[in-house]
């Protein structure tokens, strides 16, 4: 079982930055993709950011120039430190993973529980 655990969530004031981490755990043979996905209330799950094993990336328009994503393939995780949050960015963020079966080698999409971000004005 893959487990992907989310931190770093919280209460900011507009302008202000925060550092989302994800954490990769269980039994796999190896991640491809890694990427941030977030959700505000009443409307769709959409991509904030991705980032792949080689280190392509690619970004919401949203939020190009105040996120960053990074990745440590050593320690399975992925991080995505956004700067000059505004309300708008108020959402639950997931993290997602394209992990690679141990046993099978097929590809299978691991999503963590969610991290709530809270940007007030």
């Known amino acids: 079982q893959v487990q992907l655990v989310e931190s770093g969530g919280g209460l900011v004031q507009a302008g202000g930055s925060l550092r989302l981490s994800c954490a990769a755990s269980?039994?796999?043979?190896?991640?491809?993709?890694m990427g941030w996905y977030r959700q505000a209330p009443g409307k769709q799950r959409e991509l904030v950011a991705r980032?792949?094993?080689?280190?392509?990336?690619n970004y919401a328009d949203s939020v190009k120039g105040r996120f960053t994503i990074s990745r440590d393939n050593s320690n399975d995780m992925v991080h995505l430190q956004m700067n000059s949050l505004k309300p708008e960015d108020t959402a639950v963020y997931y993290c997602?993973?394209?992990?690679?079966?141990?046993?099978?080698?097929?590809?299978?999409?691991?999503w963590g529980q969610g991290t709530l971000v809270t940007v007030s004005s």
């Open positions: 980032i792949t094993r080689g280190g392509t990336i």
């Open positions: 269980g039994r796999f043979f190896s991640i491809n993709a």
């Open positions: 997602n993973a394209d992990v690679v079966n141990l046993l099978t080698r097929r590809n299978l999409e691991v």
